[in-house]
């Protein structure tokens, strides 16, 4: 373990869920994340495992992720297991699952007889691709979702040169398991209205998708209006920058070779860079013109190698005393594994935690993902021995009756007032939105910078702004500050994402505006903390990245190449694509996370438990994104790395090149094996003792891969989706396009995870579906806002007449868009 793990005090235990009791019944990633972040949100989870114990057990980070929980034995398989699992059901508010359809319906558990049973419970179902559609019935992996979906194309810069490449972080994973958190406490919050559960769905696809910021307005804009700009690539074929946000976005090694990330993202902080790195009498030369955009590649590249190699002339602890001595220039540093934990903000903010479990012995491990202003909610417990239930889980079995059916969105009635720029907070206030909660959201006079980010007006945004109001007001003003206080008195939430100290500054933190509304559930998401060392800095996707050890998970050999500069141009676009690919970023993954504290938030008000200074970050969300790798202890095993070159984690799973395209196999189950053997029978004969076990395949990985690249070499991806599929094999054909427009442009697909939206830019179009599919409520899909389209409304709706409007408005204190 990591020295500086040490020990904690034990932080007052704060459950907001608490009297929750959740029966889980999930045997894969997505459904530990969800229920990991119930237990530790105070509610009683009870894991029905199968005799011999559930699969998470093997992975790596169980002991963080069963903490808190509760263990049973049921065979379900058996003909006393669906009586057993209903006796369970009868003392239970939510049961979890992440069985696909047709598992399911060989276990007998029917959903909608279940709730006919019990019609109280909520039950969720987290699955790979949804219950419906055209793609229900392929197996459900990670890697085989983001390879059908072309997120493994979109990451193809994780390659130099350029290929579908394996995505370790498990971000489909951790975003459907918190989609399913949205769906169960929205569903419990209206049970208390309507006296009744429904079945909830969470799926990887709409999980993923979730997280791009903005690439589906861009494709939106291509599909229309083919020309109305060119789409350029960021870097060249040959992994050249032609863009000047990587200029600004460096990811460099020090002398020492220790890769940096820096962030000096807008104009005074990009100029501190280069005059730090003496390169500003470079731009009186002619040749520059236009700087920071460039008139060719070569130019580029010629600029982009000056700053590879002054990042080069000084030491880790020499660039350190640069930023301590610089407020405008600072930059991470590339973190993997435990290192993680040892990040100067997160151990300033107790985001970390030591366990003592009885079987591996001291666990230091993320501690809970939200905090109050004591730190984090609670201690967690350790992970369960099987059939470790303890007692207490029963009650007294008195049935609770059901109430009147109701079809109202779940949050109808909830105000959320959002104070905050870009994605990594505002997104989860879009989500809440299609769950019926009316938001507002502030933006300043010349509108959320998120806007303009992309060539086409409004594109960058549009995602973000989906169900929102939005008035434009000056804080800084005295009419502003009143303005927003009079606004904040009749809300139930309060949503800031603002760097520490900024919110003080506005007359908009916990304090004064408790001050207004003293059950205000104030919620903090900054980039780093509210305050500590880093809470002033700003925060970005590609620094969070490698802070957070994203960018290493997914390629842990690309900072390990530093001996010299074509070393290190070679490996720059690979680690610096591997922490924020505009597709795969942290914001979207913290965006998920705040909805979760949001919602936990309110079911703690509602029954009784409140928490009204609620804290996340984006830097503190990651490090649950990767529990699997960040959890340290004694012997634990080693954390999954890619291999083959970076197309997956064995041969068994990863990517293949086809006789015409990709395809990703996925068969890492002992039970998989002969399937395969016998679908490939006619191809390769690999009934070879060496791979006759578990055991003899991990020993002769290579082998057998090699062997299994010959047979797929032979026939194009299709065959081999459509021949594996056929004998229950996980096996897809990669998509090698955007994403966004496969999804857009394939009428199946179209019908299955989006809904028509209406927004001023883009009239009717296409958004992707609420996240959360709920049976019985009714979720909303509305398109976005301009800045400051509802400014008047609003106003007057909260007693401000024409008059005051039109003087605020020539005053500059407001803008009515």
Same mark, same amino acid.
């Given at each position: 373990?990591?020295?500086?793990?040490?020990?904690?005090?034990?932080?007052?235990?704060?459950?907001?869920?608490?009297?929750?009791?959740?029966?889980?019944?999930?045997?894969?990633?997505?459904?530990?994340?969800?229920?990991?972040?119930?237990?530790?949100?105070?509610?009683?989870?009870?894991?029905?495992?199968?005799?011999?114990?559930?699969?998470?057990?093997?992975?790596?980070?169980?002991?963080?992720?069963?903490?808190?929980?509760?263990?049973?034995?049921?065979?379900?398989?058996?003909?006393?297991?669906?009586?057993?699992?209903?006796?369970?059901?009868?003392?239970?508010?939510?049961?979890?699952?992440?069985?696909?359809?047709?598992?399911?319906?060989?276990?007998?558990?029917?959903?909608?007889?279940?709730?006919?049973?019990?019609?109280?419970?909520?039950?969720?179902?987290?699955?790979?691709?949804?219950?419906?559609?055209?793609?229900?019935?392929?197996?459900?992996?990670?890697?085989?979702?983001?390879?059908?979906?072309?997120?493994?194309?979109?990451?193809?810069?994780?390659?130099?040169?350029?290929?579908?490449?394996?995505?370790?972080?498990?971000?489909?994973?951790?975003?459907?398991?918190?989609?399913?958190?949205?769906?169960?406490?929205?569903?419990?919050?209206?049970?208390?209205?309507?006296?009744?559960?429904?079945?909830?769905?969470?799926?990887?696809?709409?999980?993923?998708?979730?997280?791009?910021?903005?690439?589906?307005?861009?494709?939106?804009?291509?599909?229309?209006?083919?020309?109305?700009?060119?789409?350029?690539?960021?870097?060249?074929?040959?992994?050249?920058?032609?863009?000047?946000?990587?200029?600004?976005?460096?990811?460099?090694?020090?002398?020492?070779?220790?890769?940096?990330?820096?962030?000096?993202?807008?104009?005074?902080?990009?100029?501190?860079?280069?005059?730090?790195?003496?390169?500003?009498?470079?731009?009186?030369?002619?040749?520059?013109?236009?700087?920071?955009?460039?008139?060719?590649?070569?130019?580029?590249?010629?600029?982009?190698?000056?700053?590879?190699?002054?990042?080069?002339?000084?030491?880790?602890?020499?660039?350190?005393?640069?930023?301590?001595?610089?407020?405008?220039?600072?930059?991470?540093?590339?973190?993997?594994?435990?290192?993680?934990?040892?990040?100067?903000?997160?151990?300033?903010?107790?985001?970390?935690?030591?366990?003592?479990?009885?079987?591996?012995?001291?666990?230091?491990?993320?501690?809970?993902?939200?905090?109050?202003?004591?730190?984090?909610?609670?201690?967690?417990?350790?992970?369960?021995?099987?059939?470790?239930?303890?007692?207490?889980?029963?009650?007294?079995?008195?049935?609770?009756?059901?109430?009147?059916?109701?079809?109202? !969105?779940?949050? /109808?009635?909830? &105000?959320?007032?959002?104070?905050?720029? %870009?994605?990594? $907070? =505002?997104?989860? +206030? @879009?989500?809440?939105?299609?769950?019926?909660?009316?938001?507002?959201?502030?933006?300043?006079?010349?509108?959320?910078?998120?806007?303009?980010?992309?060539?086409?007006?409004?594109?960058?945004?549009?995602?973000?702004?989906?169900?929102?109001?939005?008035?434009?007001?000056?804080?800084?003003?005295?009419?502003?500050?009143?303005?927003?206080?009079?606004?904040?008195?009749?809300?139930?939430?309060?949503?800031?994402?603002?760097?520490?100290?900024?919110?003080?500054?506005?007359?908009?933190?916990?304090?004064?505006?408790?001050?207004?509304?003293?059950?205000?559930?104030?919620?903090?998401?900054?980039?780093?903390?509210?305050?500590?060392?880093?809470?002033?800095?700003?925060?970005?996707?590609?620094?969070?990245?490698?802070?957070?050890?994203?960018?290493?998970?997914?390629? !842990?050999?690309? /900072?390990?190449? &530093?001996?010299?500069?074509?070393?290190? %141009?070679?490996? $720059? =676009?690979?680690? +610096? @694509?591997?922490?924020?690919?505009?597709?795969?970023?942290?914001?979207?993954?913290?965006?998920?996370?705040?909805?979760?504290?949001?919602?936990?938030?309110?079911?703690?008000?509602?029954?009784?438990?409140?928490?009204?200074?609620?804290?996340?970050?984006?830097?503190?969300?990651?490090?649950?994104?990767?529990?699997?790798?960040?959890?340290?202890?004694?012997?634990?095993?080693?954390?999954?790395?890619?291999?083959?070159?970076?197309?997956?984690?064995?041969?068994?799973?990863?990517?293949?090149?086809?006789?015409?395209?990709?395809?990703?196999?996925?068969?890492?189950?002992?039970?998989?094996?002969?399937?395969?053997?016998?679908?490939?029978?006619?191809?390769?004969?690999?009934?070879?003792?060496?791979?006759?076990?578990?055991?003899?395949?991990?020993?002769?990985?290579?082998?057998?891969?090699?062997?299994?690249?010959?047979?797929?070499?032979?026939?194009?991806?299709?065959?081999?989706?459509?021949?594996?599929?056929?004998?229950?094999?996980?096996?897809?054909?990669?998509?090698?396009?955007?994403?966004?427009?496969?999804?857009?442009?394939?009428?199946?697909?179209?019908?299955?995870?989006?809904?028509?939206?209406?927004?001023?830019?883009?009239?009717?179009?296409?958004?992707?579906?609420?996240?959360?599919?709920?049976?019985?409520?009714?979720?909303?899909?509305?398109?976005?806002?301009?800045?400051?389209?509802?400014?008047?409304?609003?106003?007057?709706?909260?007693?401000?007449?024409?008059?005051?409007?039109?003087?605020?408005?020539?005053?500059?204190?407001?803008?009515?868009?």
């Amino acid at each position: 373990m990591s020295s500086s793990a040490g020990t904690q005090a034990a932080p007052q235990s704060v459950t907001p869920l608490a009297g929750t009791r959740v029966v889980d019944l999930s045997t894969t990633l997505p459904g530990v994340v969800c229920t990991q972040f119930l237990a530790d949100s105070g509610a009683d989870v009870l894991m029905v495992e199968p005799p011999g114990g559930s699969p998470v057990r093997s992975l790596r980070g169980w002991p963080a992720f069963g903490r808190g929980k509760r263990s049973t034995v049921v065979d379900l398989k058996s003909g006393s297991g669906a009586d057993e699992l209903d006796a369970l059901l009868r003392d239970a508010d939510v049961v979890v699952t992440t069985f696909s359809p047709a598992a399911l319906a060989e276990l007998g558990i029917d959903s909608e007889a279940l709730l006919a049973r019990h019609p109280r419970l909520v039950i969720a179902h987290i699955t790979g691709w949804g219950r419906s559609g055209p793609w229900r019935d392929l197996k459900g992996y990670e890697g085989l979702v983001l390879a059908k979906a072309g997120l493994s194309h979109a990451v193809r810069r994780m390659a130099n040169p350029p290929r579908p490449s394996y995505v370790t972080v498990p971000y489909a994973s951790f975003a459907a398991g918190h989609i399913a958190v949205h769906g169960i406490l929205a569903a419990l919050h209206e049970r208390d209205r309507s006296g009744l559960g429904q079945i909830v769905d969470a799926d990887l696809v709409r999980g993923v998708h979730s997280i791009d910021a903005w690439n589906w307005f861009g494709e939106m804009v291509g599909i229309r209006w083919p020309d109305a700009y060119e789409n350029v690539e960021a870097w060249t074929e040959e992994g050249t920058p032609q863009s000047p946000m990587l200029l600004a976005l460096l990811a460099a090694p020090t002398k020492d070779g220790h890769w940096l990330q820096f962030a000096q993202v807008s104009p005074h902080l990009f100029a501190a860079m280069l005059t730090e790195f003496g390169m500003m009498e470079l731009l009186a030369d002619p040749k520059w013109k236009g700087f920071p955009a460039l008139e060719s590649p070569v130019l580029y590249k010629e600029f982009w190698s000056i700053m590879l190699a002054k990042v080069g002339e000084r030491t880790l602890a020499e660039w350190q005393q640069v930023f301590d001595n610089n407020p405008d220039l600072c930059a991470e540093l590339f973190r993997s594994g435990p290192q993680v934990l040892d990040h100067p903000q997160l151990v300033h903010d107790r985001r970390s935690t030591v366990v003592e479990d009885p079987e591996v012995g001291p666990v230091r491990q993320p501690s809970t993902l939200i905090h109050t202003a004591d730190g984090p909610l609670r201690q967690p417990s350790p992970a369960p021995r099987l059939g470790e239930a303890g007692a207490g889980w029963r009650s007294e079995g008195v049935a609770m009756a059901g109430g009147d059916a109701s079809s109202q !969105p779940p949050l /109808a009635g909830i &105000t959320i007032v959002e104070f905050g720029e %870009m994605f990594a $907070a =505002p997104y989860a +206030t @879009s989500v809440l939105a299609d769950l019926g909660a009316r938001v507002i959201k502030f933006e300043n006079v010349n509108g959320d910078n998120i806007r303009n980010l992309l060539q086409f007006p409004e594109a960058a945004g549009a995602k973000v702004m989906q169900g929102k109001e939005s008035i434009q007001v000056d804080l800084h003003t005295d009419e502003g500050k009143a303005v927003a206080h009079r606004i904040v008195a009749s809300a139930d939430v309060v949503l800031q994402s603002m760097r520490a100290g900024a919110a003080e500054r506005l007359g908009i933190d916990a304090a004064t505006l408790r001050a207004v509304k003293p059950d205000l559930i104030y919620v903090s998401a900054p980039g780093y903390g509210v305050d500590g060392p880093y809470g002033a800095r700003p925060s970005y996707a590609p620094s969070i990245g490698a802070a957070g050890g994203v960018a290493l998970t997914n390629t !842990p050999d690309a /900072a390990c190449a &530093t001996s010299c500069l074509d070393e290190v %141009m070679h490996q $720059a =676009p690979r680690v +610096t @694509s591997a922490g924020t690919a505009p597709e795969l970023q942290s914001d979207g993954l913290a965006a998920l996370a705040v909805a979760s504290a949001i919602l936990t938030a309110l079911i703690g008000r509602d029954r009784g438990n409140p928490v009204n200074d609620v804290r996340t970050s984006m830097l503190g969300t990651v490090t649950h994104v990767l529990t699997d790798w960040l959890v340290d202890y004694p012997d634990a095993p080693t954390a999954p790395a890619p291999v083959h070159d970076g197309n997956g984690l064995s041969a068994l799973y990863r990517i293949y090149a086809a006789g015409d395209g990709h395809i990703f196999l996925a068969a890492p189950q002992p039970k998989e094996w002969q399937p395969l053997v016998d679908a490939l029978r006619d191809f390769a004969d690999l009934a070879d003792d060496r791979f006759a076990t578990p055991e003899g395949r991990a020993a002769n990985d290579d082998e057998l891969a090699r062997r299994l690249e010959a047979v797929f070499g032979k026939e194009p991806a299709a065959f081999w989706e459509k021949r594996l599929s056929a004998a229950g094999i996980g096996c897809v054909e990669l998509y090698e396009g955007a994403p966004a427009r496969l999804i857009q442009t394939d009428p199946a697909l179209a019908a299955e995870y989006t809904v028509p939206a209406v927004s001023p830019v883009f009239d009717e179009h296409l958004r992707f579906s609420p996240l959360a599919g709920l049976s019985r409520s009714a979720t909303r899909a509305p398109g976005g806002c301009l800045a400051g389209q509802h400014t008047a409304a609003v106003l007057r709706e909260f007693g401000y007449d024409d008059a005051t409007i039109a003087k605020w408005q020539d005053a500059g204190v407001i803008n009515c868009g």
